[in-house]
């Protein structure tokens, strides 16, 4: 059965401060792993990580795999208000690209 | 602009009443998705449809069921069955170039 399991489950930060969010999985065939923000409703898609050890960028937000070990990490460096949210990390493995496994979430807060 | 609509947005039922959930896509998406999202335990699969006319059981398919008649239509029908329906049910489809899961903006019902 797929595992993927998130760490910390809630983390509460100031503005400014970085942050480490981990996910660690147990996949069979794994294809890709993804990150995601849920703010209210609906996840929007963050990153796809592919590769091990090449990092990917989004303004403050990054992230990298390791397939070896078996865990990505997310880092949020100068926090803002805006970033307070559930992050949902998944990993697709099998023979369906969209059939995710999905953590349990870390709730981060951040405050002013 | 392309998009996941599901509808209704907030729904309440009593107990031994079936209800059905709407997910409609414009994205010419081929597969979709249903998912349960309950707190602290992220997002769970009930039922995914890869093609039109056949879909597949996830991982919590129990009490639930659904049709795929349409390439732009999913919905979810909540059976009497279903022993704790109270959730939040978010619908996705899978979007090819870029591999991730495109998430409408959810359905919560409430059981009574």
């Known amino acids: 059965e797929d595992k993927v399991v998130q760490s910390p489950l809630s983390l509460v930060v100031h503005e400014g401060d970085t942050v480490t969010l981990n996910c660690s999985y147990e996949?069979?065939?794994?294809?890709?792993l993804l990150w995601y923000k849920q703010e209210k409703k609906a996840p929007t898609f963050l990153f796809m990580l592919t590769s091990s050890g090449i990092e990917k960028k989004s303004g403050r937000l990054s992230s990298i795999l390791d397939k070896k070990e078996l865990f990505s990490i997310l880092n949020i460096t100068a926090t803002q208000t805006g970033d307070s949210a559930v992050y949902l990390c998944a990993v697709a493995g099998g023979t369906s690209y969209g059939k995710l496994t999905f953590g349990q979430g870390t709730i981060l807060t951040v405050h002013p | 602009d392309g998009g996941i609509t599901q509808s209704p947005k907030y729904l309440f039922r009593k107990e031994g009443q079936n209800v059905t959930l709407s997910c409609e896509q414009n994205l010419n998406h081929d597969a979709m998705y249903w998912y349960r999202q309950d707190p602290g335990q992220g997002l769970r699969l009930i039922y995914y449809s890869q093609i039109v006319n056949d879909f597949q059981k996830g991982d919590i398919a129990e009490g639930y069921s659904v049709s795929r008649e349409k390439k732009e239509s999913f919905p979810l029908t909540v059976t009497s069955a279903q022993k704790n329906p109270t959730a939040f049910y978010l619908c996705?489809?899978?979007?090819?170039?870029?591999?991730?899961?495109?998430f409408g903006e959810g359905s919560r019902l409430t059981v009574l």
């Open positions: 996705a489809s899978y979007r090819d170039l870029t591999g991730e899961l495109f």
């Open positions: 996949v069979t065939n794994f294809r890709s």
